[in-house]
């Protein structure tokens, strides 16, 4: 399966999306994703405490708008915390790594020097990723963090976040768009 890659940053009219997301993990993709078994009341009410307008929380959407992938960074001063989930049948296609370039482009251009990882040892899928992307790892028994230094932001770096927000939300318009109008035809089709 070939998914798409356009990244959106979410905002809060998308909390109940974001929050299906996540309920939609199994308990094992739960416990890499937070690092404990989570229950569904417990997921809706970490998703309710959500900050949209202080983190980042971007999103990869397939062609009927359900969030395949999120990457959430939980921004507190000069440093963030990365966590990321990818449903099971669109992993392998690169969108973590899509992903966390974006997050790492939307915390540069808002001062944010460091950006971390932690995570339990055995999610490999995100030690990779934090490896890949030239982080340095430190493990502890069962517990692993990844750091990596951010560099300022630049023109180019804003212009480039700026361009890649106004073709996300082009692609969000026409999506929305193809299934409204195929909604109409279904609506609107003649009987058989």
């Known amino acids: 399966m070939?998914?798409?890659?356009?990244?959106?940053?979410?905002?809060?009219?998308?909390?109940?999306?974001?929050?299906?997301?996540?309920?939609?993990?199994?308990?094992?993709?739960?416990?890499?994703?937070?690092?404990?078994?989570?229950?569904?009341?417990?997921?809706?009410?970490?998703?309710?405490?959500?900050?949209?307008?202080?983190?980042?929380?971007?999103?990869?959407?397939?062609?009927?708008?359900?969030?395949?992938?999120?990457?959430?960074?939980?921004?507190?001063?000069?440093?963030?915390?990365?966590?990321?989930?990818?449903?099971?049948?669109?992993?392998?296609?690169?969108?973590?790594?899509?992903?966390?370039?974006?997050?790492v482009m939307h915390l540069r251009n808002r001062g944010v020097r460091e950006v971390f990882v932690h995570c339990i040892t055995e999610n490999a899928a995100m030690m990779h990723l934090a490896r890949k992307h030239g982080m340095r790892v430190v493990s502890d028994g069962s517990e692993s963090d990844a750091y990596l230094e951010l560099a300022p932001a630049t023109p180019e770096s804003i212009v480039t976040e700026w361009m890649h927000d106004q073709h996300a939300q082009a692609v969000q318009v026409l999506r929305r768009n193809t299934l409204f109008g195929r909604a109409l035809m279904g609506i609107f089709a003649p009987p058989r």
Not at 30 to 55: H, K, V
Not at 75 to 96: D, Y
């Open 2 to 103: 070939n998914a798409p890659s356009i990244v959106v940053r979410l905002h809060e009219s998308e909390r109940e999306a974001l929050s299906a997301h996540f309920i939609s993990l199994d308990g094992e993709d739960r416990r890499l994703r937070f690092g404990t078994s989570i229950g569904d009341d417990a997921l809706r009410a970490y998703t309710a405490r959500l900050d949209f307008g202080r983190d980042g929380i971007f999103a990869v959407h397939d062609d009927t708008l359900r969030l395949i992938a999120v990457v959430h960074v939980a921004v507190t001063g000069s440093s963030a915390e990365l966590g990321l989930s990818v449903l099971p049948g669109f992993r392998g296609e690169g969108l973590g790594s899509v992903l966390f370039g974006r997050a």
